[in-house]
């Protein structure tokens, strides 16, 4: 009579009863919430490195294209150096930033285009002719640049550029500019 009074009190009042044994049916043990701690701590991990990651990015789009732009103009200003390495550098980097069109024609306005001319009828070394010719080569992509290289007096400077035989890549650029001049109607004939 005891055993089914404390059943039904269980039952009623929904706890353990003091005398009964209780009996764990599931498999679940120590091991287990372990397992599951270091599996929550992996994802909550990833959760906050990708929150990390999108964040870096937004502020990376927000602030990296004011820092191209002064990016530009110290690559520019490298051209105005005496020094052929430092002008050589400029010219590198003026090349890599000429990617699309609006970033040519930006190089164009800051006087970059001006500037390689410079550069490339003064150079004394054959690295100096290939870097400044490799970044006017960047910027002739652009239609526009093109125009403004050809009103600063482009043609007669490329074509007074020494021929060389020791860098194939230096008659490879001047040719090359030289067509897209010609190809936009330019005459290159002076």
Not at 21 to 48: M, P, T, V
Not at 79 to 86: I, R
Not at 141 to 162: E, M, R, W
């Amino acid at each position: 009579m005891r055993a089914l009074a404390a059943q039904l009190n269980t039952f009623l009042f929904k706890r353990k009863p003091w005398n009964v044994q209780s009996r764990n049916f599931s498999s679940y043990n120590g091991k287990d919430e372990a397992y599951l701690e270091q599996e929550a701590e992996r994802k909550i991990g990833w959760l906050l490195k990708l929150i990390f990651a999108g964040t870096a990015s937004f502020v990376a789009y927000q602030f990296f294209p004011y820092m191209g732009d002064n990016l530009m103009h110290q690559s520019v200003s490298l051209l105005h150096v005496k020094d052929p390495l430092f002008k050589r550098m400029g010219a590198s980097r003026l090349a890599r930033f000429a990617i699309d069109d609006e970033r040519r024609m930006k190089i164009v306005e800051i006087g970059g285009a001006q500037e390689l001319l410079n550069m490339l009828g003064s150079a004394k070394d054959e690295r100096t002719l290939k870097e400044a010719l490799k970044a006017l080569s960047a910027l002739s992509k652009s239609d526009q640049a093109v125009g403004a290289l050809h009103h600063a007096g482009a043609i007669s400077v490329i074509k007074s550029t020494p021929d060389t035989f020791e860098d194939i890549e230096i008659g490879i650029y001047k040719s090359n500019l030289l067509k897209r001049f010609q190809d936009l109607r330019y005459d290159i004939s002076s």
